[in-house]
Every structure is written in C-alpha cells, then in structure tokens.
C-alpha cells in the first residue's frame, strides 16, 4: 500500500523541474532577508554613526531594491505553487475515486467515501500547497538570516541557535502526540458522518416507528465524541506557544544580554542593530511559520492523506464474494414461490403466491410460454432479493424471484415510491441487495468490475447525462471511435437525425444548460442504443418527452437485439409491452396486460388514470402503519421505499 511519505515522494520527485524553478525564485524571495540585516548594520556604522547620513541612506536604498526583487520572487513562486500541488491533488483524487467505485462494484459500498471526496480530498490539496509554502519558506529564510548572522560575525550566530534548536526540539518531542490527535479528529468525523448518513437514509421509518429521540440522541453522542477530539486537539495550541516561545522571542533578550560581550568581541552597534533585524524580522517569522503551518496543516495534512490511501486501498480489495444462489425448489410452484415474479410454476401450472392471496399464473388465455427455470438463457435473474436503505428500515423488495428470457419486453409499473427504481438499481448493479442474488447475462452482478458490468447491462434514469463537450463525445464514449454511418443509421432509427442536424452536427460543442430536458434524454437514449450491451434499462427514461415520442423511441429498443426492461413513467409503455410486472405493496405480479387487467384491481386503476398522466389515489403506497403493523406473510414483495 502507497504510505504518507511515498505518495509525497513521488510526487515531489515527478515535478523535480518546477521545484528547482521554485527554489530559484524562492531565492530570489528571501533576498531581502538575507540583506537586511547587513544593510542595516553598514547604514549605521558606516553611515549614521559616522555622520554621513547620505551614506546611511544609500545602503538603505539598496534594501529597497533588494525588497522589488523579493516581490518578483514571490509573485513567480506562488505561480509555479500551482505546478506542483494540482497534479498531486488530480492524482490523489483518481485514487479515492478507483478505490470508491471498486468498492462499490464490488458491493462494498462506504457512506464515508463522500465525506473524502468532497472534503478530506480539497483539505489534502489544501494542506499540501500550504506546507510546502511554510516548509519552503522556512527553510529559505532562516538560511538566509543564518548566513547575514555569520556575515556580522560567528559569535552573534551562536547566540541565536542556542535557543532556536531548542525550540525546534521541543516541537519535535510533541509532533507525534499532535499527529495522534489529529487521526483522532478525521477519524472522528467519518464516524459522524456514517452516522448522519444512517440517520437521514432511514428517516421515514424513524418517524414513524417514533424513535426520532433515540435516534437524535445516538446522531448527538457523535457530534459530542467530536467535539471532545476539537476540545484535546485544541489543547496542543499551548505547546506551539511554547516553541515559539523559546525559540522565536528568547533570542531577542538573549541578544540584549549579551552585547556587552559582543562589544568586547569588537562588534558595532550597527552590527547589533543588524543581528535583531535578522532574529525579528527573519528567525521569528520563519519559525512561526514552521511551528503553526506544520502543528495545523502539516498534521491534517499526513493524517488526512493516511487515511484516504488506507481506504482507497482498503476498497480497492478483495472479498467475499456472495455464495451460489439457493437451488429452486422441484415442488410445483416453486418458480413463483417466496415472491416470485415469474409467469409460471416449474411444472407450467398456475401457482398461488404463499401468503400473497393472488394467483400468479400464465394469463387468461395461457399465450406466454413460461420462462426458463434456471439462468441458462436468461437475461435477467433475481433469486430472493432483499433490499433496504440502512439496516434498521423495512424492506423495499423482499425475497423477490424475476426471470427474465433474452429478448424480453418486460415493463415494470407501479404506485411512485414502491421500489421500482430501485429495482433498476439492483439489475444494474448500482444497488446491491442485503440477501439474494442478481445475475445479468447468466453472470452475477456482485463483484463485477465497472467495465464487465458496462458491456452487459445500460441504464438510463430519469435524469440524462449529458456533459460540455462534442456531440460526437456525448453519444460514442461508451463504444469509442464508431464511425460517422453507425451512428447515422442508429439516429435515423430513432427519428432523431433531426435533431442531431439542429444541434450543430457530431463536431459541435454541446453545453448541458442549452439544451432542453427533452434533448438530453433522447441523445442519452442514442448512446444507450450504440452500447454493445444485451440488456437496455430504461428508468423513466422518456418522462420529458411527449408521448409519441416516447412510443417511437420504446417502440425502436423493442426492435433492437437483445432485452429492454421499462421502468414505466406512463402506463401506456404497458400496452406495448410483451410482458407486465406489477409492483403494489403487496406481490410482485407478471403477466401481459390483459392478464393483469383479469387479475389484479390495482392495475386496473392504474390504467384507468395512466392516460391522463396521472396516479389513482388509492394505487399511492403511504405506508401509514409502517414499524407497526404485523410482518407480511412470507413471499410478500416490495414495500415502499423510503
């Protein structure tokens, strides 16, 4: 595993060239510095003392020169800055980001990753550019203060080191505790931070079960196990001053002590005056800046990064991956058994769904052939999935059976908040189910890689990606270089070669905000149509499009090869589909549309209303005695979502 120190090396050691650029103008920036002192002891003894005053302020105007190059110095020094710490930070964040998606890919996914890509990863950058000033400063300057002291005489040197290396090793001595207590105040606000996240995920079922206090209370505890971490990391602010203290201000008076021995060693007074120029306005300046940028963001700094290398690694591992899924059961019913979704029993007859008081058969007229008992040719594949958001809350599907035959036209309806976006999430992996298996192309979907999962399964939601950039790059980027005909042909199938003409052609810049909510969905729409994937999810994909439209477009990914699963935003994307499945509260119903119009009054209302846009008020779930109400019956499907 990358360690604080190696990442730090590496870094540094990339961008050797503009370090040394830094360095010279950092030279440049402390020129002042380093003059001042010399300056001023010629300008008195030389000039002033001696009664020529032109002399005194000839050696000054030099100073003032010296100070116009210190101020190009630190202009060119804060430009090259930005050199040096933006690569290190871009490097830092592709690592969180591969290590978080890993881990979700993998079914590993962490509340706290937010907190580090939003937060710890700009207070690692943050910290990086500050310590690299203060540590560049410091080093600068007091080897320029050193060399003006050495430059008036030895024995001045001597007087200022005693108590600056003392300093310095006092601040030594404590760094270790600063740097512990620091990993205690990130550590402590990443538990805080899962424990809000747990909270808020789960707020419905809070309020209703009435655990709203206890809840508060344990979210409480976190802030005040935080707040204790602030008040001790506070605490090491004394110990800084102390440093300070000792090796900033004890030289001042240690000078003052001791210029009757350095008259003795035949120094002037200008040369003194010069020496306490050099400990004001060079030692004690850099020495602050070292103590305080070091005590504050150098310890953010090396605990932060710490901790975001163990956990992009941490993700970014192996483990456990789900076992096999439970074998189905050779009784007759058993493909609709547990809440099943399936059309049929193993044995062909209708089923009843245990505890569901519904049949859940072929249909009336028996048209649809059952699909197939085992994943060998199927699409899609759910075995007992369980799913809900955070550990305390209900279930939002529960146990639930779906096979889905390649080549399928599978809409899924039901009431707004029942689970069937988080359906789609699940069958594309952006979810993972608590229990249960999903399979995808015959192959499970925990612990598929991002790049396996992309070549089995697309998903539009709702809400269309579209990024700044060509028309070419919005619609190619999940299969690179396809050339201009491909993508004619697949427009021209989707009615949208119009569009695409209006929008400038595949070399125009697209900006997001110019185009309508319309637009955005039906290039995302062309995009999923060119992927090499086998199974197209579209989740509400064509809410914003009127609906001929959204019949043409679903009416083309019904043609296209492979299977198209329908998360529907109105209820006419049933009537054009070769199977249903209704999600109601209580069962997870499939059949054609005419079965389900037979067989389920819930369907039936949502038809009723579906052309007018619209949700029956009796179809809307609201979950009124959640946290009180006895458990559904074994087999019971999805609930709510919260």
């Excluded at 009336?364 to 199927?378: I, N, Q, Y």
């Excluded at 309806?413 to 029942?418: M, Q, T």
């Excluded at 192959?443 to 028309?471: C, H, K, M, N, W």
């Excluded at 955005?520 to 439209?549: F, G, K, M, N, Y």
Aim: some cysteine; charged content about 15%.
């Amino acid at each position: 595993m990358t360690t604080v120190t190696g990442m730090t090396r590496a870094a540094l050691r990339d961008r050797r060239a503009q370090l040394w650029r830094l360095a010279g103008w950092s030279a440049a920036e402390v020129l002042p510095a380093a003059l001042s002192g010399l300056l001023t002891a010629h300008a008195v003894d030389s000039g002033f003392l001696a009664g020529r005053p032109g002399v005194g302020l000839a050696w000054l105007a030099l100073l003032g020169l010296a100070v116009l190059v210190g101020a190009a110095g630190t202009h060119r020094s804060y430009a090259l800055l930005g050199e040096v710490v933006e690569p290190f930070r871009d490097d830092l964040l592709r690592r969180v980001v591969r290590g978080a998606v890993a881990g979700a890919a993998g079914g590993r996914a962490d509340d706290a990753a937010v907190a580090r890509l939003t937060h710890q990863v700009e207070l690692v950058r943050d910290t990086y550019a500050g310590l690299l000033m203060v540590v560049r400063g410091f080093l600068f300057a007091f080897g320029a203060a050193v060399l003006g002291l050495l430059s008036l005489a030895a024995p001045v040197a001597l007087v200022v080191a005693v108590p600056v290396l003392a300093g310095l090793g006092l601040f030594a001595v404590a760094l270790p505790v600063m740097v512990a207590r620091q990993r205690e105040y990130v550590l402590s606000d990443e538990r805080l931070g899962r424990a809000v996240v747990t909270a808020v995920t789960g707020h419905r079922d809070v309020t209703a079960s009435g655990a709203r206090d206890r809840v508060t209370d344990w979210v409480g505890a976190s802030v005040d196990a935080q707040a204790r971490v602030e008040r001790r990391l506070a605490t090491m602010a004394a110990t800084r001053g102390l440093t300070l203290a000792l090796g900033g201000w004890l030289p001042v008076p240690a000078l003052l002590l001791a210029t009757p021995w350095l008259v003795r060693q035949e120094l002037g007074p200008g040369a003194v005056l010069g020496a306490l120029v050099y400990v004001t306005r060079g030692v004690q300046p850099a020495l602050h800046s070292l103590v305080q940028g070091v005590a504050a963001g150098g310890l953010r700094f090396a605990v932060t990064l710490d901790r975001l290398l163990k956990a992009a690694a941490s993700s970014d591992g192996t483990t456990d991956r789900p076992g096999p899924p439970p074998a189905p059961s050779a009784s007759p019913g058993a493909a609709v058994a547990c809440g099943s979704a399936s059309c049929g029993s193993a044995g062909g007859d209708a089923a009843a769904c245990p505890g569901a008081g519904t049949t859940v058969g072929r249909g009336s007229a028996g048209s649809l052939p059952p699909p197939p008992a085992s994943r060998a040719g199927s699409a899609l594949s759910l075995r007992a999935v369980t799913f809900r958001y955070g550990p305390h809350a209900d279930p939002v599907l529960d146990h639930l059976d779906l096979e889905v035959p390649a080549g399928d036209h599978l809409v899924i309806v039901g009431a707004s908040g029942i689970g069937k976006s988080t359906l789609a999430g699940l069958v594309a992996g952006v979810l993972h189910p608590q229990s249960g298996t999903v399979h995808v192309g015959g192959s499970p979907v925990a612990g598929a890689t991002p790049r396996q999962l992309a070549d089995r399964r697309v998903l539009i939601p709702q809400e269309a990606y579209v990024f700044t950039g060509t028309l070419r790059e919005n619609i190619d980027y999940l299969v690179p270089g396809l050339p201009d005909d491909a993508m004619d042909r697949a427009a021209a199938r989707l009615g949208l070669t119009g569009l695409l003409a209006r929008l400038g052609g595949y070399d125009a810049l697209l900006r997001p905000a110019d185009l309508s909510a319309g637009e955005r969905q039906q290039l995302a729409l062309l995009r999923a149509w060119l992927s090499p994937a086998a199974l197209v999810i579209l989740d509400e994909a064509t809410c914003h499009l009127d609906p001929a439209t959204e019949a043409r477009l679903e009416g083309a990914f019904a043609a296209r090869p492979g299977t198209l699963v329908v998360i529907a935003h109105r209820v006419s994307s049933a009537l054009r589909a070769r199977r249903v499945l209704l999600l109601d509260g209580r069962a997870a119903l499939l059949d054609t549309h005419q079965g389900l119009l037979a067989r389920s009054p819930a369907y039936g209302a949502l038809v009723g209303y579906g052309d007018q846009g619209t949700t029956p008020p009796e179809a809307v779930t609201t979950n009124p005695t959640r946290g009180r109400s006895a458990p559904l019956p074994s087999g019971s499907a999805p609930r709510s979502s919260p």
